[in-house]
């Protein structure tokens, strides 16, 4: 009977790591503190963009636990140029179905949800881009929030 030669197990584990992997244009998840999202916690991100002609497509991703009893948070994203114009949009990123079911990834206790707010945006300059996102939820705190993501992907 032949044994398993460990010397190429870590160019098999660099082969499955890659398979599951979806690469972004840009993507970054931010840890809540204490898993509370105070409302004065501006998550932020600074992107830059080197072209104008592409479509790109942005979302917004939370990670939470699973006993959460909102089934839906709003959340304020604003975007800012390279010239200092700013546009915010007001967005729901539903957490749970009609039946009060997680509708994002569950594993375990955690619970990701990412979700599409803009489809087709274009960038109007070249430069740095800052996102802001920002819960708006009423409450001056939010328990059970791991992690907010954003995401970027060129179409």
Known sequence: ?????FKYLPCILVLLSLTGCEQHFFQKWTDIAYLNWTADNVVSNQ???????????I?????YLHDISQKGIKVALEISSPSQKTSTKEYEIMLKDENGD???????ELVDIIQIVENDFK???????????KQLTGDTELGGIVEV?????KK
């Open 1 to 5: 009977m032949r044994q398993f030669s």
């Open 47 to 57: 992107i830059e963009i080197t072209e104008t002609e592409a479509t790109y497509q």
């Open 59 to 63: 979302s917004i991703g939370l990670r």
């Open 102 to 108: 997680d509708i994002g990834e569950v594993m375990a």
């Open 123 to 133: 960038f109007e300059e070249k430069g740095s881009y800052t996102f802001k996102i």
């Open 149 to 153: 993501g954003l995401i970027v992907d």
